[in-house]
């Protein structure tokens, strides 16, 4: 018993060219020590009983918080303390004590299991020192980064706060050029609004004068047409004939009507006509002498092609006119219905009259004095535009500037360099694109549309650390689920780079950032070899 319960343990100092030989119960560390003193008797550490010393590591559990067995596999909540020198101590659960299996890198645990354990804490240490001092390189190096860029942003704030001061006066520049113009312009306009409203009156005046006159005109040819027996008046026999003019839909035409057209009268002069029955009916009436539609112009219509297709008829065999003429007569029809149809589709040309009419409702050109003022006042509006667009963009450009100098870049302003700039991970389904202080989004590798995981929220890392984490929020909605959000771990690296993303929840995702201005002040570490004490 006596053996199980000390063990004596040889520990090198530092510093030192002697080891010291330190007794204590198996399982126990060295800072624990205190608490087995094996010359009275032991207090459990939660302080549930006493018990004599030496029913510590007796392999039977005492005490309620397993404390008397340190070194056995007695109590289920038992702690193991592997010593582990030369690499990092370790508690282990007691109940792995003696079960086979090498939990300390030192063998410590299977004192009584027949199982002989490799004791590789130095290897483990040797590699542990390697890793350790790889990390305090690149802590080193990305801090050294890190100061660059602070560097970097101060200078970078400072001549963007040059840069927004005189985008303001340059603002401010153009406002006031954009007023002067303004006033400019509707100051020459006002008499280009005048000169093309007296060209407009004009042309109208003329416009009218014009269709009165035409109206007259065909007022008389109407006449000419209706009086039949050319004896200077229209009568109720010469007007019963137009049918069109049928004023209740019966088909005929009664005297009444017609005589209620002539007002009251068996017939008319040219004048009676004019005054009264022409305006009246010129919207009804269809003239005798309209002209016939023409026919579609056919594609040979020359008197040598007619007269050399009608030779090669009467120079042919008579046997071919009786074989085939029954055929050609066929076709023949069949292009008569073919040129029917399309007599439908064929845009016909327009009247005399209509292309008169085409031609009178256009405005006629400007004088040379009312086109020199809108010249002039184009000119003025050119100005004023060119004038309000460059504004827009100043405006634009102010905006933008102000919103990146409020932007919170660290304590420092560390990670203003991310701004505007984007890093991407391609993986094998996906390429996944992180814009800092805008968005992150996913697109498929086999096509698809872009998905959008977040847009730029806050920093959210805990109080002690608010800059270690950014949050992206209000993404694409999942189905039936919440938005796409996005949080971005930053950890120190030499290169800024995305090194993964995952999914731990439906719809929330982690992605891994390492950049420089993540990086914090190194601290010493003293990576040399030494046992604890």
Not at 179 to 188: N, Q, S
Not at 196 to 206: N, V
Not at 237 to 244: R, T
């Amino acid at each position: 018993r006596s053996s199980d319960l000390l063990v004596p343990t040889l520990f090198s100092a530092l510093g030192t060219g002697f080891g010291v030989e330190v007794t204590r119960p198996r399982g126990v560390s060295l800072s624990n020590r205190h608490f087995y003193d094996e010359s009275k008797p032991f207090t459990c550490l939660d302080g549930s009983s006493t018990i004599p010393f030496d029913r510590v590591n007796d392999d039977y559990c005492d005490c309620s918080d397993g404390s008397d067995e340190p070194g056995t596999p007695a109590c289920p909540n038992g702690r193991f303390h592997c010593t582990n020198a030369g690499y990092r101590p370790v508690y282990i659960p007691s109940s792995r004590v003696n079960d086979g299996i090498c939990d300390c890198c030192d063998g410590t645990d299977e004192y009584n299991s027949g199982f002989v354990c490799e004791n590789s804490c130095k290897e483990k240490g040797r590699k542990a020192r390697e890793t350790l001092q790889q990390l305090a390189e690149v802590s080193r190096e990305g801090f050294r980064l890190k100061q660059d860029l602070i560097e970097a942003a101060k200078k970078g704030r400072e001549e963007k706060q040059v840069e927004l001061s005189e985008l303001q006066q340059k603002k401010a520049s153009l406002e006031e050029q954009v007023e002067l113009l303004k006033a400019k312009k509707e100051e020459v306009e006002k008499p280009e609004q005048e000169a093309k409203s007296i060209h407009q009156r004009a042309w109208e005046e003329l416009k009218e004068a014009q269709k009165v006159e035409r109206d007259r005109v065909r007022g008389t040819e109407a006449f000419a047409e209706l009086d039949d027996d050319e004896d200077g008046m229209v009568s109720v026999a010469e007007l019963q004939s137009h049918l069109e003019l049928d004023g209740d839909g019966d088909g005929t035409l009664a005297e009444d009507e017609v005589q209620a057209l002539l007002g009251g009268s068996d017939q008319v002069d040219i004048v009676g006509f004019q005054e009264k029955v022409w305006p009246a009916i010129k919207d009804k009436y269809k003239s005798e002498a309209a002209p016939a539609i023409p026919a579609p112009p056919l594609e040979t219509t020359t008197d040598e092609s007619s007269d050399s297709h009608l030779d090669s008829q009467s120079e042919s065999p008579p046997h071919e006119e009786d074989d085939y003429g029954d055929d050609e007569d066929d076709g023949d029809d069949a292009d008569d219905e073919e040129l029917t149809e399309e007599d439908h589709k064929v845009p016909y040309p327009k009247e005399p009259s209509e292309k008169v009419e085409d031609e009178q409702d256009k405005m006629p050109p400007y004088d040379e004095a009312t086109q020199a003022l809108v010249d002039e006042a184009q000119k003025a509006r050119d100005q004023y535009d060119e004038a309000v667009r460059s504004l827009k963009e100043m405006e634009d450009s102010v905006r933008n500037l102000e919103k990146e100098i409020s932007f919170d870049f660290g304590p420092h302003g560390e990670f203003s360099y991310l701004y505007d700039q984007c890093y991407e991970l391609s993986t094998n389904e996906y390429v996944y694109r992180l814009c800092p202080f805008n968005r992150v989004s996913q697109k498929p590798k086999n096509g698809g549309s872009e998905t959008n995981l977040g847009t730029w929220g806050f920093w959210a890392g805990p109080e002690e650390d608010r800059f270690s984490i950014m949050k992206y929020e209000h993404g694409t909605g999942c189905w039936q689920g919440p938005s796409r959000s996005t949080n971005v771990k930053l950890s120190c690296g030499k290169e800024t780079v995305v090194t993964s993303t995952t999914e731990p929840s439906r719809c929330e995702y982690l992605m891994e950032f390492f950049t420089p201005a993540a990086c914090h002040e190194p601290m010493e570490v003293d990576i040399s070899e030494h046992d604890e004490l």
